[in-house]
């Protein structure tokens, strides 16, 4: 199985349909999961991912963000 880590700026691309890379990012969301991978972020990533979702976005992309992608990795 092939451990990927995830950044802020992977959460960002998947939420913000205006973000130039979020169409590239959707993809590779889809595959990630699709292929199995094991997908690791950090507290801190997970925290300034929720920070800048939430200022960017809104309250709906951060409830998005929590209970739906989050989930998708092992925090560490």
């Known amino acids: ?3 990927i880590f995830i950044d ?3 959460f960002l691309a998947a939420l ?3 973000d130039r890379f979020h169409e ?3 993809k ?3 595959l990630l999961a699709n292929h199995r991978s094991e997908l690791w972020t950090t507290d801190y990533v997970r925290l300034e991912s929720w920070s800048l979702i939430q200022r960017r976005l809104g309250a709906e992309a951060v409830m ?3 209970d739906d992608w989050l989930p998708l990795c092992k925090i560490h």
């Open 8 to 10: 802020t700026s992977a």
């Open 64 to 66: 998005a963000f929590q």
């Open 1 to 3: 199985m092939k451990t």
């Open 28 to 30: 590779k969301w889809s």
């Open 24 to 26: 590239n990012a959707a």
């Open 16 to 18: 913000d349909k205006g």
